[in-house]
C-alpha cells in the first residue's frame, strides 16, 4: 500500500491556518478542501433542531479580534493564532480595566508557553488565551479588547462520503472537523481519513458499504446518529472514531462500551501484531466522538485507535500541538494500522476444511515430500490455518489462536481456497 | 450513621457472664437481653423434632461445677469460668485419682495459658477444661469433682425478628447464640445484628423485609431451615451470617459455595472500597451457618463478611478471646460494612438513562460550561455512571466498572433521577 | 497397582530390532508379538482404498541394503541400523560417484553422532542416513550402493483390541507402530498401551467399552476414522493418544484442539496432582494422531500425555533415542498416570447428597463427637466433597475443587454411599 504519508502531511499544512469550530464557514471551508481528494456531500443542520437531548446551536463566525494596551501596542491578535479567542465568544468592542480583563483571561499555569484551547459553546460569554508568561505581563491598562464574531441562526455543517460496496452491510468511519489550529487534535483524524476513503474508493471491488462522515465532535455525532439512527443500527457492522492519529510516540487503542464488537476485536488483532506495546485504554478513558456512539441504546459497533490519544500528551488542547508535532511517519503508521483493520475486516468470514482429517496437502505440491525432523514446521502456519478452520472461527479468531497477522493469513486462505481444501461460511459473523 | 460502637460494646459486657449453649437457659436469657434494643419473638423447639438428617437433642443446664484437691482446695470453678465446663457435661460427683481426672481434662498444649472451649453435643461424657499449665500443676490427687448439669427432655430455642418492608423479598440475617464466655466468637455477632436490626427498624422505608434469627449455631440452622425452607427459598434475595465482627485487625470474606449470589456481589463491592486488602475466603474455609445456608439443595443467596475469621486467630475457641480482643472501634467498622451492603442492595435496581446519545448536562447545571483542558473530568463520576446506565448492569454491577462506591452511586443516582435522566428498571436483579 | 515397568521395557527390547513403516512386515511381526500379551485382530487395507481426503499407499518391504567404497569396504550396512535407509526407499543398485551418492545422504549436521530418521512416503526416492561424521569421512568413491527393496501393491496393516464394558459408551486409545529402531517415539506407546489392555482386560467389571488400536501414524489414523467414523462420533466419550511414553525426564500434556474435552479434563487432573510441574502444550504443537482425532468434524474428545514428548527433546527422530533413553520407571510412571485417569473416568458421575443441609455425620461414625479447635479439620475432605455434591459436578470437578486427587475421592464416595448420604447422578456427563 502507498502509505500517503506525505499526502497527509501536506494536507494538514494546508488545513492548519483555518479556525474552525462545530459551526461555521471554518467547517465549510475544511470540507471543501477535503472534497478536492475524494468528492464529498455536505449537509447544513438549521440552528434549533432537536437532536436527541440536545439543540443545534446558532451557528458562530468570527473574522478577528485583538487586546490592545494603553499605547495601543497590539499584545494578542487573533491573526497570530485562532486560540487566542475563546471558541464562541461573543463580540466586544471595549475599553477594559486590567482587573476586567483578567477575568476573561484563560491561561496555563502549569504549562507558561502554551495558548489553551478554550470554548464555551452553551453559555454566552466571552474570552481570550494566552500564554501564561503573557498574562504575567501584561501591563497596567487600560486595554481595548476586540472581538469581532457574529453568532446567529444558521446552521450545523458535516460532510458524507459513502462508497458503496457487495453488501449493504457497512463500516462507519467518522472523524470531526471542529478544532482550530491544533495538528494532533485534531487535523491528523480528517486527513487520515480522507485519504482512507481515496484508498477505499480505488479497490477494485469492495464487500462492504464505507460510510465516512466528517463532523464537529459531540453535537455533530448527537446530530448524525440522530438523523441516521435506524439505519446506522440496522447497516453498521463495524466502525471506527478517527481521532489523534498524527504523531509518532505510541499507537493507543480506545475500547468500546464493553469491548467485544467486531470493531474492537479487529483494532486489538491488528494492533497485537502491529504495535505490541500498544496502549490499551478502556471506555472509562473516552473523550471523542465514541461517548455518542457506544452510548446506552445506540451501541454501535465502534472503538477508536490512535497514535498519542487525546488528554494522555502534554501538548494536547493548547498551541503547543501544532504542525512539528505529527509527522509523515506518524500519519503513515496510523493509515497503515486502520487499512489493516478494514482488509481484515473485508475477509473476515468464517472458514471452514473441505475435508474430514487433514487434507494431503502433499498432493497439492504444499508439503515437502520428504519427511524428517521439523520438516512440518516449514509449513505449520498453513497446517493451525486448517486445523481451527472449523466453521466457527472467523479470520481475525483464527489469527489469534495462531498468532499469525489476518494479512499473511488472507495469502493462505487464497492458495487453500484456490486448492479446493477451504470454504467460507455462508454468513459472516459480525461480533 | 450511628456506628454504635459503644453500644455493641457495652453490651457484650453484659452478655460476656452468661453461660450459653445450643440449648437451655443462657440462651433465654441472652434473648430476653437482646429483646430489650429490639424486641424478637422466641421459639421453643421440642428436643426429639426431626431436623432434616437431624434431631433436636435434650436440653442441657448447668448450675455449677469444681476440682477439689485432697486438701479440698477447690483449683477450678464454673463459676470463675464457664468455659471450665465441657459443654453438654453430664452431671458427676464423684471421688477420682489422678489417673482418672486426667482422662477427662482438655487442655492446650500449645497455648499454655488459655482454657480450651470444648463441647460433646451428641455423645454423653463429662469434662473439664483447664489451662495446660494448670494441668501440669495437678497434685496427686485424689479429687473431689462435682458436675452440677441436667440433661432432659426440653427444647431448642431460638429467636427471630421480622421487619416487613415494601416487597416481600427478603434479607436474611444469622447470628449464633450458643458460645459460652467469649467475645469475638461470638458475642460480638448478636451485638452487631440487633444494633443492625435497630438501625433497620428505624429506617422511614424499606424496600425489602429483613429477617434476622439468632440461633445455636449448626442444629438451629438446620432447625430453623428445616421450619422455613420453602419460604426461605422463595423470598430470600440475600443474606449473610454475622459471626466473628468484633475485633480491628483485619475485615475477612466468607464466600458462598460459588461466591455468586447477590450477597456475595454486595460483600465483595463494598468491601472492596472500604477495606481493599480485606482477606477473602473460599467456601473451603467457612466454619459457621454458610454450613447449612449454603448447602447443595438450600444454596441460599449468602456469604459472611467478618473481622478476624473464625479459626484463623490465635484466641479462638480459647478463653483468651475474651472483652480486650474485641473493640467499640472493630464492632463499630464491621456494623458500617454491614450498612453499606444493605443500604446497597436496598438501592440496587438495573438503572437505564433515559435518553440516545449523552444526555445534555449543561442545560440542567450538571456540566462545566466552560470547556477546557480537564473540564469533563469534574463530572467524570456522573458520565461514567450515565455511560453504564444501559439496562443490564445493577448499582453494583456500574460500581465495579466505574470503581466508585456505591454510597456515592446512590447520590448521584438521585441527582439524575431528579433531572429525568435516569430511571430504575422495573425489575431488580437477584443475582 | 502392578506398574509393569519391567515388563514394558522388556518388551521394547523385543521389539526393537525389528523394521517397521507405515505398511509392511514389520507392522506385522510387531502386531503378532503385542498380540501374545493380548489377542488382538489384525486388519488389512489394500492399496488404493481411498481414506477421506488420503488413498492408502503401496507397501513397501526391504530386506537389507549397503554402501561399499572403492575397496568393497562396507561403509554403511541396514544390518547394522535400519535407520540407514530412508523408509520407503525404492530399490537401487548402482555405481555412483562421490557426487551422485551425496544427493541420496541425509545427516544432521547439529548432531554430528546421531543418524537422523527420514520418510518419503509419497514421493518416489531412494536415500541413505548417516552420522555427520560418516558423512565427512567419505572417500572419494565410486561407491557401490544396494537398497533391495519392494513397493508393490498390499496392504495397509493395523490391530485392534475391543474390551467389551457395561455400556456401549467408549473409552478410545490409539498408538502408532509405523517406527523403525528408535525408543521414546515410539515403541514406548505400543509397549505401555498392550500392558494397560492387559491390566484393563483383567478388571473385574468395566462401566466403559474400551477400544484400543495400534496403527501406523497420519495414513493409519486416517484409515481408521474413515471406516469408523460414524461408530466413533456416536460411542467415545474421552481417548488418548498414547505415544513418547517412556523416559523419566518429565511429563507433558498434549491438548485437544479446544482443550476443553472429557479427556482432557482428566489429563489435566490427574497430572496437576500427580505431576504438578508437568509441561502443558496447546493443540498448535500437536504433531502425532490428534492432528487427525482432533481436526476439525472429526472431533474426537482426545488428548495426549506423554512423558519427553516428540519433537521436544534432542535425542527425537535420531538414532539416539535408543533403548538408553527409555527406563522402566518413565514407562512405569506412564502407565500410573493413565491408569489413573481411566479409573477416574470409570468413576466419573455427578454425585448428589441425599438430604437438605449437611448429613449427621457423628451418627453415622464419621465425624469426631467431642468438637474442640480444629476437630472438623480431620473430616474436611469429607465434609468438601459433600459440599459440592449438588448434582452438578462430577469427579474430576470435585477434585479441582478441592484440591484432593480423585483416587482418594474415589474411596470416599464408597463410604459415603454405603452411608446412604452421596448418590451417583442417573447420567454421567460426558464433555
Known amino acids: 500500500m502507498d502509505n500517503h504519508g506525505q499526502d497527509m502531511y501536506r494536507l494538514a499544512k494546508r488545513l492548519f491556518p483555518i479556525c474552525r469550530s462545530i459551526t461555521g464557514d471554518g467547517v465549510r471551508d475544511t470540507l471543501s ?34 487586546i490592545e494596551d494603553e499605547n495601543s501596542k497590539r499584545i494578542l491578535d487573533f491573526a497570530w493564532n485562532n486560540l487566542s479567542i ?23 499555569p502549569a504549562q507558561p508557553d502554551a495558548i489553551p484551547y478554550v470554548t464555551s459553546y452553551y453559555k454566552r460569554r466571552y474570552g481570550f488565551c494566552m500564554t501564561e508568561n503573557q498574562r504575567n505581563a501584561l501591563g497596567n491598562g487600560p486595554f481595548h479588547i476586540v472581538i469581532d464574531s457574529e453568532l446567529k441562526d444558521g446552521a450545523l455543517t458535516y460532510g458524507e462520503i459513502i462508497l458503496s460496496g457487495e453488501s449493504q ?41 464505507y460510510r465516512i ?36 510516540r505510541t499507537y493507543s487503542y480506545v475500547a468500546s462500551r464493553y469491548g467485544n464488537t467486531l470493531a474492537d476485536k479487529a483494532a486489538k488483532n491488528v494492533l497485537s501484531f ?21 452510548a446506552p441504546g445506540i451501541d454501535l459497533p465502534l472503538c477508536a485507535i490512535c497514535r498519542s490519544k487525546y488528554g494522555e500528551y502534554p501538548e494536547y488542547h493548547t498551541s503547543l500541538d501544532d504542525l512539528t508535532l505529527i509527522s509523515e511517519a506518524g500519519l503513515g503508521g496510523a493509515l497503515e494500522v486502520y487499512w489493516k483493520c478494514l482488509m481484515g475486516l473485508e475477509h473476515n468470514y468464517c472458514y471452514r476444511v473441505t475435508c474430514l482429517g487433514e487434507p494431503q496437502l502433499g498432493k497439492r505440491g504444499l508439503y515437502p515430500t520428504l519427511s524428517r525432523k521439523g520438516s512440518a514446521n516449514e509449513i ?9 478452520a472449523d466453521g466457527t472461527n472467523d479470520l481475525f479468531d483464527i ?16 492458495i487453500l481456497r484456490a486448492g479446493g481444501i477451504l470454504e467460507r461460511m455462508p454468513e459472516a459473523r459480525t461480533g
Not at 456531500?41 to 473574522?63: A, C, H, L, M, S
Not at 475563546?86 to 496555563?108: C, F, K, M, N
Open 33 to 66: 478542501i477535503l472534497g478536492e481528494i475524494v468528492p464529498l456531500k455536505t449537509y447544513e443542520v438549521p440552528t434549533g433542531t432537536p437532536v436527541f437531548d440536545w439543540t443545534v446551536p446558532q451557528e458562530w463566525n468570527i473574522r478577528g479580534g485583538f
Open 86 to 108: 475563546v471558541g464562541y465568544s461573543e463580540p466586544v468592542d471595549q475599553i477594559v480595566s486590567r482587573e476586567e480583563l483578567l477575568e476573561h483571561i484563560y491561561s496555563e
Open 169 to 209: 452491510q457497512e463500516i462507519f468511519l467518522s472523524t470531526y472537523i471542529c478544532h482550530p489550529s491544533m495538528a494532533n487534535d485534531n487535523l491528523s483524524g480528517p486527513c487520515l481519513l480522507i485519504y482512507l476513503a481515496k484508498m477505499l474508493s480505488e479497490l477494485p471491488r469492495r464487500r462492504y458499504t
Open 213 to 248: 462522515v466528517f463532523i464537529p465532535e459531540t453535537i455533530g455525532s448527537i446530530t448524525y446518529l440522530s438523523k441516521n439512527y435506524v439505519h446506522l443500527k440496522k447497516h453498521v457492522v463495524a466502525g471506527f472514531n478517527i481521532s489523534c492519529v498524527g504523531d509518532d
Open 274 to 294: 502491529h504495535a505490541p506495546g500498544y496502549q490499551a485504554y478502556s471506555f472509562l478513558q473516552r473523550g471523542s466522538d465514541e461517548r455518542q456512539y457506544c
Open 380 to 388: 505449520r502456519t498453513m497446517t493451525n490455518f486448517i486445523a481451527y
Open 399 to 414: 489469527s489469534n489462536i495462531i498468532h499469525v497477522p489476518v494479512d499473511r493469513l488472507i495469502e493462505i486462505a487464497d
